[in-house]
């Protein structure tokens, strides 16, 4: 089955498990997270991190009104990716779906040779998890370009999680933003405070939803899609009820 067939039937299984979910025709801005760490590698060689990419495509597409999906890659930093369109997709996984390499020296100020035009130097994004940093990153680009939908950011890792009072830091004063932070576990890992946050205490609304799959290459779409937009209906309706929205 060519990509195009199979983006448009993606789009269709998310319309149905929004609409499972009591949420059809709801609009949002989404946005990708990459871990790009080096435990990640396999997972990258063997195109499993491309086909989580063509799989969030279709979210997109179903529920961002432009259609247009922003990302980021991390691992010990964080780097902007450009925009992802369904019309861009084949294409963009071929320039920007990379793992994270490891530097010998200090991030120096010369360019990487042969990088193509938008291609994140991988060596400055190094192999490491620091998962806080792309938290915090999407919490300023959300801030600066405020949008009347809300956002939901869809970020996947391997685990390894251990940053844990950073990222609970981050999480926490996230709950009066308007995000949704959907975290999704690549394998049996070790996922820290990630695992926990639905059961912590002392906020407002619940504005994380986490699951771990062991083979997400080999989950159905119906079921990765179901699992993935389970929590954010939840999160809209009490968000508006506390006037986050």
Do not use: C
Not at 74 to 91: C, I, M, N, V
Not at 144 to 162: I, K, N, Q, R
């Amino acid at each position: 089955m060519d990509m195009r067939k199979r983006l448009s039937l993606r789009k269709e299984q998310v319309a149905v498990s929004l609409r499972k979910h009591g949420a059809e025709g709801v609009t949002a801005r989404v946005v990708l997270i990459l871990d790009a760490s080096g435990s990640m590698s396999f997972l990258y060689a063997k195109g499993v991190v491309a086909d989580v990419v063509e799989r969030m495509a279709a979210v997109a597409a179903q529920v961002d009104d432009d259609g247009a999906m922003q990302a980021w890659t991390f691992a010990s930093h964080a780097a902007r990716l450009p925009d992802l369109t369904l019309g861009e997709l084949p294409e963009w996984l071929r320039l920007h779906v990379r793992v994270g390499e490891l530097s010998l020296f200090r991030r120096g100020k010369k360019p990487r040779r042969g990088l193509l035009p938008g291609q994140v130097d991988m060596r400055t994004v190094g192999i490491q998890n620091e998962e806080q940093k792309a938290i915090a990153e999407v919490r300023t680009y959300v801030r600066e370009h405020p949008a009347a939908d809300p956002t939901l950011v869809l970020f996947f890792s391997d685990g390894g999680v251990y940053r844990n009072d950073e990222i609970e830091r981050e999480l926490r004063e996230a709950v009066e933003e308007p995000i949704f932070w959907q975290f999704v576990g690549l394998g049996r890992s070790h996922y820290g405070v990630l695992e926990r946050f639905d059961s912590l205490p002392g906020r407002r609304v619940d504005n994380v939803g986490f699951f771990a799959v062991d083979d997400i290459a080999n989950l159905p779409d119906p079921e990765l899609y179901d699992r993935l937009l389970s929590e954010f209906p939840t999160w809209i309706t009490a968000a508006r009820r506390q006037g986050i929205l």
